[in-house]
T-cell receptor
């Protein structure tokens, strides 16, 4: 079934630990995104990638890093987790048309708790 | 002014009624407009896209766009309890950035009661 998968589904993590959230899409979309969703703050963009080999910072990039070695995978790494990174993380992808008429599709999410 | 604002809600409508969800945006250069539905504990699901002024209908859903008034709405006809969810308005703007920015509103919680 075409779509986006994320792993793990949920995770409890001790502060200071390193964590990588995985995201894989099989729609051959050029662009991929990482968002976090927090109550009262809505969805906020962490990092994005317009195409394989390129990445960029979104609205709230501090404390996070990403890589895009190929079209399908876009992992998000927390080098040293802090409690403020407790959130639900969504990966998304889109075709990334130059006209801007591109639709983003979301993965199922990862619920991360940092203690 | 927030970039994307939605009617605060929560919105409660009886089954069979029309639910009206509204969204205003601040950037006149916005290019694409989307409505997502998000059930509790689930990810956002794209339900409507609209790119030009006017109405776009898809089943029980109608999106309305008025770029001059910077306003986009979603009407849900014959509302069902299964429509109970949070509805997110999202606006896409390319501008001078290296990526197209999709900005989300805070969401409106809709409850359809039997």
């Amino acid at each position: 079934i075409a779509g986006i998968t994320q792993a793990p589904t949920s995770q409890i993590l001790a502060a200071g630990r390193r964590m990588t959230l995985r995201c894989t899409q099989d729609m051959r979309h050029n662009a991929m995104y990482w968002y976090r969703q927090d109550l009262g703050l809505g969805l906020r963009l962490i990092h994005y990638s317009n195409t394989a080999g390129t990445t960029g910072k979104g609205e709230v990039p501090d404390g996070y890093s990403v890589s895009r070695a190929n079209t399908d995978d876009f992992p998000l790494t927390l080098a040293s987790a802090v409690p403020s990174q407790t959130s639900v993380y969504f990966c998304a992808s889109s075709e990334n048309h130059p006209t801007g008429n591109n639709e983003q599709f979301f993965g199922p999410g990862t619920r991360l708790t940092v203690l | 002014q927030k970039e994307v604002e939605q009617n605060s809600g929560p919105l409660s409508v009886p089954e069979g009624a029309i639910a009206s969800l509204n969204c205003t945006y601040s950037d006149r250069g916005s290019q694409s407009f989307f409505w997502y539905r998000q059930y509790s504990g689930k990810s956002p699901e794209l339900i409507m896209s609209i790119y030009s002024n006017g109405d776009k209908e898809d089943g029980r859903f109608t999106a309305q766009l008025n770029k001059a008034s910077q306003y986009v709405s979603l009407l849900i006809r014959d509302s069902q309890p299964s429509d109970s969810a949070t509805y997110l308005c999202a606006i896409f703007f390319m501008g001078g950035t290296s990526y197209g920015k999709l900005t989300f509103g805070q969401g409106t919680i809709l409850t359809v009661h039997p």
